[in-house]
């Protein structure tokens, strides 16, 4: 019985060990991205669920059981809380900018993601577990970069939002022209009149993923028309 116990616990042990080291794998790929989702964090939602997955299972047979009551439990009912329980974390990475853009989406499920690995790696399910990290890794990093290089023409772009002062009406639709001249692709288009008479033209604009920020401000910059200029994306 001694030896048992002791195999049993190290069997315990095995298992939040696996799901630590696969939880750090998660968190360093989101730590380099400069993510929400850290290290510490991953770690904590991965060991975490495996620890829950482990008492769910266990505390279903630990009842004695006898003639006069026989208590039947499922042996993931606590573990399955993890799944719903972890969406209020995920929901904290999520963020909606000035511009409508939402961000934090992939770190959100890469949240829910820990959590699975946690409870896959909790029930033993070892080879499946790490085969998951695995092909999360490959999801998030080898195959956006392939879809870029051998995918449509939008998805070799990125999308930027141009906030542009003019002080005339009539250069609205010359502005409008030049920039497509940059081969740059108009997919929104608000235009505003200021207090002080000036006109403030927000654009939502679709350009190659291969051109930086500070090339696209030098370029819209070098249009004479334009008094002020902004650009985030």
């Known amino acids: 019985m001694q030896v048992v116990l002791e195999h049993f616990d190290l069997e315990m042990l095995i298992k939040l060990l696996i799901s630590a080291i696969l939880g750090l794998a998660i968190g360093l790929e989101r730590e380099l991205k400069r993510k929400p989702l850290g290290l510490k964090t991953s770690l904590v939602i991965s060991i975490v669920s495996c620890l829950l997955t482990i008492v769910s ?41 000035e511009d409508d853009t939402i961000s934090g989406l992939t770190t959100a499920a890469m949240v829910w993601g820990a959590a699975g690995i946690g409870i896959a790696t909790g029930a033993g399910f070892y080879i499946e577990a790490i085969a998951g990290v695995v092909l999360l890794m490959i999801s998030v990093e080898l195959i956006p970069s392939l879809i ?5 023409k939008k998805l070799h772009s990125k999308e930027i939002l141009l906030k542009l002062i003019l002080k005339n009406r009539e250069d609205i639709k010359d502005v409008i022209k030049a920039l497509q001249e940059k081969e740059m692709t108009m997919d929104h288009v608000h235009i505003k009149e200021l207090e002080d008479q000036t006109y403030l033209l927000e654009l939502k604009v679709r350009v190659s993923y291969r051109k930086s920020t500070s090339a696209i401000y030098d370029g819209v910059s070098q249009i004479n028309k334009i008094y002020r200029t902004e650009i985030s994306g």
């Open 57 to 97: 299972i266990q505390a279903a047979y630990s009842f004695p059981s006898s003639d006069v009551m026989k208590i039947q439990m499922d042996p993931l009912r606590l573990a399955a809380q993890i799944v719903s329980g972890i969406g209020f974390l995920g929901a904290g990475v999520i963020l909606r900018k």
């Open 148 to 152: 870029k290089l051998i995918g449509f």
